[in-house]
C-alpha cells in the first residue's frame, strides 16, 4: 500500500477510534476539541510521512501523536484553568497527569459508548446518523451528503445543531440503561448498515479501502454481540447480513473493477468460510420472536447464497422481499423485489412493477430495465442502457453500461 493509499485507509479505520477515545476523556462540550486533535494528528502524519517514509507501525506512531497532542492541549488548559472553568459545561478539563488511554479495551468501550451517546432521542434519527457517520465511522461530508441524498450545506448545519443540542443536554458518554438500549440500538444498527454499504456498494474503485470499510462495519457489529446487554436477535441478524454479503465480494467486480451482476458471477470467487459465519450469526439471530429487516434481508442474502437457480429459490426471495416492503418499504428494496419478481414469474410482469417505481435518479434502475427488457425489446433495453450510463458516477459502472449497450 503506496502513502498516497496509506492516509486515506488509516483515517478512514483510525480517526474514529481517536475521537471517540478523545470525546470520552473531554466529554461533547469539547467534541470539536476532539475531533481538531484527531485531524492534526493525521495532518502530522502526512508531513512527516512525505520527507521521511511511514513508519514501521503508522498506528502505533498516530496513537503516540494523539497521545502528545492531547497532552499538550490539556497542559495549555491547565495555564488558564482559572479562566476557562467557569465557562466549562458537562466534563470539564482538568489535569493531565493520565496520558489518553488508547488500549484495546478502552478504545472499544469508547466506541460502543459513543455510539449510544450519539443515538439520543434528543435529536433527529437523521441527524443521529450522520453525526455517527461522522465522528464514528470517519465519513467526510460529501459523502453522508450523498448518503442522504442532500448537500454539504445542509448536512453541516444539521451536524452543527446536534452537537450544540447535545452539548445543551449535557449528554455523558457512557452505556445508557437496560431501557434505552432498545429505543437506540435501530440508529446504531443502521449507522453501521450505512457503512458497510459504502464499502459494498461505492463507487470508489480502491478494492482495499471498500473491503476495510465492509470489514470496519462488521468489526463494530461484532463488539455490540460481544457485550450481554447489545447481544440482541437483530444485531446477529445485521452481522449475518454482512457475512452473507461480503462472501461474494470478490465476485461482484472484474479484473476491470467491472460490477458482474449476479447471473454472471464466478461462483468459484465465493467466501464460503464467510457464509459459514453468515449462517452462524443466522442461526443465533432466530432467538426471541421479534422479526426485524435484518433478519428478512438475511435470509434474501443466504438465498442468493446459494447456486442453484431454481423457482423455489426466487419464490422464497420474492416472498422475503414482500415481507420486507411490509415491513420497511423502501424504493430500493421495492427495485430489487422486481428482480426476483422476473427471475420467478416473468420479465413481463416485472417490467410493469419496476418501472411503476419511476427511480428516475437511480441509475440500477435503468440498468435493471435494460437487463429486462433485453431480448423483448432492443429499443427500450437500449435506452435505458443509455439512461444508466448517464447516471452513472464511476468509470467502471460507465464502462459496464457501455459494453451492454455495444452488445445490443
Request: with cysteine.
Amino acid at each position: 500500500m503506496t502513502r498516497q493509499q496509506l492516509i486515506p485507509h488509516l483515517f478512514r479505520t483510525e480517526y474514529r477510534k481517536i475521537v471517540a477515545v478523545l470525546c470520552k476523556r473531554f466529554g461533547f462540550d469539547q467534541i470539536e476539541i476532539a475531533e481538531d486533535i484527531a485531524s492534526d494528528t493525521f495532518l502530522a502524519a502526512t508531513q512527516s510521512w512525505s520527507y521521511g517514509g511511514a513508519p514501521p507501525n503508522p498506528v502505533a506512531w498516530l496513537y503516540n501523536a494523539a497521545k502528545n497532542k492531547a497532552k499538550n492541549y490539556l497542559q495549555r488548559e491547565s495555564t488558564f484553568e482559572a479562566k476557562v472553568a467557569p465557562q466549562l459545561v458537562g466534563n470539564p478539563v482538568t489535569g493531565y497527569e493520565n496520558e489518553l488511554d488508547l488500549s484495546p479495551q478502552n478504545i472499544s468501550d469508547s466506541q460502543l459508548q459513543m455510539m449510544f451517546a450519539i443515538c439520543q432521542p434528543v435529536i433527529p434519527v437523521e441527524a443521529q446518523v450522520g453525526l455517527s457517520l461522522r465522528i464514528l465511522c470517519g465519513f467526510g461530508i460529501d459523502e453522508i451528503a450523498e448518503a442522504f441524498l442532500s448537500n454539504k450545506e445542509t448536512i453541516n448545519k444539521r451536524l452543527f445543531r446536534a452537537k450544540e443540542k447535545l452539548r445543551q443536554e449535557k449528554i455523558k458518554i457512557e452505556f445508557p440503561g437496560l431501557s434505552e438500549i432498545d429505543a437506540r440500538l435501530d440508529t446504531v444498527l443502521t449507522t453501521i448498515y450505512l457503512l458497510f454499504s459504502e464499502g459494498y456498494y461505492s463507487v470508489n474503485q480502491n478494492q482495499t479501502l471498500r473491503k476495510d470499510l465492509c470489514l470496519e462495519a462488521m468489526r463494530l457489529c461484532t463488539m455490540l454481540t460481544e457485550h450481554e446487554n447489545t447481544n440482541q436477535p437483530q444485531v446477529n441478524a445485521l452481522l449475518s447480513l454482512m457475512y452473507f454479503h461480503s462472501s461474494r465480494f470478490d465476485a461482484r467486480i472484474n479484473r476491470n473493477g467491472e460490477l458482474v451482476l449476479y447471473d454472471e458471477q464466478d461462483t468459484s470467487l465465493w467466501n464460503y468460510e464467510l457464509m459459514a459465519k453468515g449462517a452462524y450469526y443466522f442461526h443465533k439471530a432466530a432467538a426471541g420472536d421479534r422479526l426485524s429487516k435484518y433478519h428478512l434481508e438475511a435470509g434474501i442474502a443466504w438465498w442468493n447464497t446459494q447456486k442453484a437457480d431454481t423457482k423455489e429459490k426466487w419464490e422464497n426471495i420474492l416472498q422475503l422481499y414482500n415481507s420486507l416492503l411490509q415491513l420497511a418499504y423502501s424504493p430500493v428494496a421495492a427495485l430489487n423485489r422486481t428482480y426476483a419478481l422476473a427471475k420467478a414469474n416473468s420479465r413481463e410482469e416485472a417490467i410493469i412493477e419496476a418501472e411503476k417505481l419511476k427511480l428516475v435518479n437511480n441509475q440500477f434502475y435503468f440498468a435493471l430495465l435494460g437487463e429486462l427488457y433485453t431480448g423483448i425489446d432492443r429499443e427500450k433495453a437500449v435506452g435505458n442502457f443509455k439512461a444508466a450510463l448517464e447516471l452513472a458516477k464511476s468509470p467502471a459502472d460507465k464502462q459496464t453500461m457501455q459494453r451492454k449497450i455495444d452488445a445490443l
